[in-house]
């Protein structure tokens, strides 16, 4: 191992709490990152990847379905030993980690290229890598510079994130043993339980602002065809997929739970009902503009929308069930279209 003296874990895991990142949802910004690396790069998978304890956590990954995987068998644990980026250029000759279950089984890891990202103090509290599976490959200079690139944007951001008021708010609301139970692990958005336990905080958030809280039930058109003719692996790319859209269709303020199989609620903080219509209208474009993009087919997806906003003394619940009823009615009439409670 070259260069960094060895890490004095209680510190590096320190700095990495401090940034209160992990078990947090995905961000549009790191996805947007991680999509263009993977694309500028052309490998299989692009992460973010922050070393906890006994795991390596994704905060962002564009290219793998796993949401975290063990301490042990991880690469970029290894990565944040060194001063410099770590690049295998063949895992099966590597005698490191010839013998990696993720070398000698699936995905089959054959190229790896981890670039540490380290917080002010120095601390090395993670990796943005790439991954190429099935595939040996060489990293050229330049290359290697833009992956230095791309992990400098990605731990400016960590940094920038950690002081932001949403992450302040996120912070109060909820422990991280609490996120971590809250969050969908498929989509990396809150799950259920998430959305029930913050639903109260958002109420209380928009009544102090003198605003409103819009509420929209998003569910995907003929999805079971889409399991059907390519398979519940891309099904479960197009759920990914779906998520980020919908995130990005939104404000940070904004805050996006997948409640069922295709079904997904965003809570919104607006004005008025005018505003609401417009997010939900960028919320259904967003999805049935361009293809969604998976391993095994181009989708062309859509999303049938149930919106209202929450009345004066009105509890969620029967918000929710009067949303859900607008979906319905937007099905009814052909889906791909918003329908007002
Ligand atoms: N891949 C994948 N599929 C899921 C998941 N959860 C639910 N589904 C599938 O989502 C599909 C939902 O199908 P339906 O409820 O019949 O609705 P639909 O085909 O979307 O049709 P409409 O809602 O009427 O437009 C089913 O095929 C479920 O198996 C999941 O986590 N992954």
Redesign the pocket.
């Known amino acids: 191992m070259s260069g960094r003296p060895p890490i004095d874990e209680i510190r590096r895991q320190n700095a990495l709490d401090s940034l209160e990142v992990l078990d947090t949802p995905a961000d549009p910004h790191l996805d947007t990152l991680v999509r263009l690396a993977r694309e500028s790069f052309g490998v299989s998978a692009v992460l973010i990847s922050l070393i906890d304890h006994d795991r390596q956590w994704f905060k962002a990954r564009n290219g793998l379905e796993l949401s975290e995987t063990p301490r042990q068998i991880s690469f970029c644990s290894h990565a944040i030993e060194r001063e410099e980026m770590l690049v295998v250029e063949d895992a099966r000759l590597h005698p490191c980690f010839c013998d990696n279950p993720i070398v000698t089984g699936p995905p089959y890891l054959r190229f790896y290229a981890g670039q540490p990202l380290c917080d002010d103090g120095d601390q090395p509290i993670g990796t943005f890598c790439l991954l190429d599976f099935h595939h040996p490959r060489t990293l050229s200079e330049t290359e290697r510079a833009r992956l230095r690139d791309f992990a400098y944007l990605a731990m400016g951001y960590l940094k920038i994130n950690a002081m932001s008021r949403q992450a302040e708010e996120l912070r109060q609301a909820l422990t991280r043993a609490q996120r971590k139970a809250m969050l969908d692990p ?1 989509t990396q958005v809150w799950n259920r339980a998430g959305l029930d336990h913050l639903l109260p905080r958002e109420q209380a958030a928009v009544k102090a602002k003198g605003l409103q809280l819009g509420l929209l039930i998003c ?7 889409v ?1 059907d003719s390519h398979g ?1 692996a891309c ?2 790319q197009a ?1 990914w997929e779906a998520a980020r859209r919908l995130g990005a269709s939104l404000r940070p303020s904004d805050l996006v739970a997948r409640i069922g ?2 079904e997904f609620v965003v809570l919104a903080r607006v004005n008025n009902a005018e505003e609401l219509a417009r997010i939900a209208e960028r919320v259904r474009h967003n999805m049935a503009d361009s293809p969604v993009r998976t391993e095994q087919a181009e989708l062309r997806l859509s999303l049938s929308i149930g919106s209202t906003l929450l009345r004066e003394g009105e509890g969620p619940a029967s918000a929710l069930a009067r949303a859900d009823r607008a979906l319905y009615q937007a ?1 009814r009439q052909g ?1 791909n279209r918003v329908m007002p409670a």
Not at 219 to 225: L, Q, V
């Open positions: 498929l569910d995907i058109d003929h999805f079971k065809a399991n519940h099904g479960d759920l199989g295709e099905k889906r």
